[in-house]
């Protein structure tokens, strides 16, 4: 973490103020160890859906709806970091988190990630034109996309830099879904991988530059409990995308 070591304490953080009765915080361990324990029952790596997918057991229609569906959060991952940066008062945090747009638009049209996922969309079969459409995208697919985008706008910034804590578990479910898909989805094209392969850094980069903010600015164990309340409906953000995604295959063909 090389961000955060001065006081940047945003001024929407409560703990700049003298709250009467504020509560000491928990050591920062604590608090590792109480979103370990929230990831561990709740981030999507538990959902039936990636069950499935890591088991083999989707078929090619199930494998591009996820695709096609998950399209529209990667395309607004850019848009609620936008949101974040507008609310950072202090060049050097904007510097750093601004990275992330660029991890996604890439530098020029044809790169970044954006770009691999609709070359992963192309190895699964599905026609980039038909992703950047937006056509297909399930109702409870954009009602939870809507809802992060919602929430990095609507609520302070520790809690929409919280919100993204989540990329601390992506890595290792990068890592088990890059390999799952290599054993038994042998008919999509290997450089539609190269977009989880590319997450796995990334997130890991990401994840822990997010908690060292936290870290930072918790200055009380109720901004504590905000982290982990934020941490919590990113995780319901996901598991609801993967609920549409799951529903709509009891009433598709595939
Ligand atoms: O495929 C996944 O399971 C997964 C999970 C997450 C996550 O845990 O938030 C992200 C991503 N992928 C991802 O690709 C990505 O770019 C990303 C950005 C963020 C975020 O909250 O800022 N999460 C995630």
């Known amino acids: 973490m090389t961000t955060a070591t001065t006081d940047p304490a945003p001024t929407d953080t409560p703990g700049r103020t003298d709250t009467p009765g504020r509560t000491e915080p928990w050591h920062p361990a604590e608090l590792e160890r109480r979103l370990g324990e929230l990831g561990d029952a709740r981030y999507h ?18 494998i591009r709806r996820w695709v096609l569906n998950r399209f529209h959060y990667q395309r607004n991952i850019p848009v609620k970091d936008a949101l974040i940066l507008a609310k950072f008062d202090d060049a050097q945090l904007r510097r750093s988190w601004i990275r992330r ?9 044809g790169e970044g990630g ?11 079969g599905l026609d980039r034109d038909l992703l950047l459409s937006g056509e297909g995208v399930l109702p409870g697919v954009r ?14 910034l520790l809690e929409a830099v919280a919100s993204s ?18 054993t038994h989805y042998d008919w999509v094209e290997p450089v539609g991988l190269r977009y989880f392969q ?19 600015w918790c200055r009380t164990r109720e901004d504590q409990q905000r982290v982990l309340d934020a ?4 995780c ?3 598991w609801s995308l993967l609920d549409a995604v799951e529903l709509a295959g009891s009433t598709d063909e595939h």
């Not at 747009?101 to 049209?109: L, T, V």
């Not at 954006?114 to 699964?124: K, N, Q």
Request: charged share 30%; hydrophobic share 40%.
């Open 143 to 156: 009602l939870a996309v809507g809802g992060y985008v919602g929430f990095c706008r609507e609520r302070p």
């Open 231 to 234: 941490f919590a409906f990113k």
């Open 198 to 216: 590319a997450r796995v850094a990334q997130g890991t980069r990401d994840g822990e530059e997010a908690l060292g903010l936290v870290h930072a």
């Open 45 to 62: 790596a538990r959902h039936p859906f990636n069950q499935r997918m890591h088991q083999g057991l989707l078929s090619p229609a199930e």
């Open 236 to 238: 319901e953000v996901l």
């Open 165 to 182: 804590l989540t990329e601390r578990f992506a890595p290792n479910l990068m890592r088990t879904r890059i390999s799952a898909w290599e």
């Open 101 to 109: 747009i660029r991890d996604h638009d890439g530098e020029r049209a």
């Open 114 to 124: 954006i770009e691999r996922w609709l070359r992963l969309g192309e190895a699964v």
